[in-house]
């Protein structure tokens, strides 16, 4: 009886699990919809018509050939990827000493850079574009990069995931004669292979949909991402939502495909669960 109670709970869960995925997926199959949708079709019916009646890539092929989306693409490539690469970087090194190393003052500083999460974006973006002012830095790559080569939630997680590494693996290495950097690099970062990879994910994700610090920063469409590009598109057909949607998908797409390639890699390691015998 009470396995049988646990039974009907459990699928209770999933079901109310599964109702609320559905409910969040309606709006991106709407979207992906309206994007295939010829313009004979009424994209805001009700009911809405989920499948599209005759179905064209025509819209793709308008949003790409009228504005520069091939640049915009290579554009949010190579920031996210370079916002990625610095964050894992310094996120790590602030991390490690903050985990494995003892030294005055270790918590409070800790403590210090966790509370910086509670401080929203918006509050720190005057000073960050004044300060981008002073550094020469609008219309460059490096000014939409710089405001995230690090932050307090990176440091926060590799930190967690440094603690769980077993200090065997580290007292070994000392052994061997390995520096400080040494041990960070040879056995802490392999050891944390997950934590980088989700930290990666997160990153890649809020670098490439981030619209606001590069709408302040950028002002030559050369140097537009997506989002500044899609958003662009509003000016260039006048509200015509099945271009806007279709460029939407093509932003969105670059996302999926690098979740999907990533998620792989978030399982444990050997040298991160225990010492191998």
Known sequence: MIQH????????????LSAIALIMLIPLVWLV?????SPTENIFQFPPQLIPVQPTVENFVTVWQSNPFGRYLFNSTLVSVLTVALNLLFCSLAAYPLARLSFKGR?????????????PFQIVMIPLYVLAVKLQLLNTYLGVIFPGIASAFGIFLLRQAFQGVPKELEE??????????GVWWHVMIPSIRPALVTLAIFVFIGSWSDFLWPLLV???PELFTLPLGVANLAGTFTLDWR????????SIVPILMFFV?????????ESGSGVKG
């Open 261 to 269: 390639a990533m998620q792989h890699y978030i399982v444990p390691t």
């Open 243 to 250: 271009l806007i949607a279709a460029g939407s998908v093509i």
């Open 172 to 181: 070994a290495a000392r052994m061997d004669g390995c520096s400080e950097v």
């Open 107 to 119: 918590e409070i500083i800790f403590s210090a850079v966790v509370s910086t999460i509670l401080i």
């Open 218 to 220: 950028l002002d030559r």
């Open 5 to 16: 109670n646990r039974r009907w709970r459990s699928w209770g869960m999933y079901g109310v």
């Open 33 to 37: 919809s309206t994007s295939f949708k």
